[in-house]
């Protein structure tokens, strides 16, 4: 069996890394961000936070990858003290 190539997936060099704080926890694990740029985006934890169980809450500082296409949404990458 081939080793199937995911080419249609972005690459890490693809995304947007900016900084922010978490200013408001809606449902879903889904986060309202305030960006230093003054944006505000709706983010999402990632994968490997949700399986550390790392918390998140108001007022932490978080790394967001953001995605070139969807400049409103982003992923919760890491998280500050």
């Known amino acids: 069996m081939p080793i199937r190539r995911f080419d249609y997936l972005m690459s890490k ?3 947007i890394e900016m900084q922010g704080v978490v200013v ?3 449902p879903n694990a889904t986060f309202k961000v305030k960006l230093e740029s003054g944006h505000q985006i709706l983010a999402h934890i990632s994968g490997k936070l949700r399986m550390n169980f790392i918390r998140i809450l108001p007022g932490d500082r978080v790394k967001v990858e953001l995605s070139p296409y969807d400049l409103t949404r982003g992923r919760i990458v890491w998280r500050d003290k």
């Open 13 to 15: 060099d693809d995304v």
């Open 24 to 26: 408001e926890a809606l």
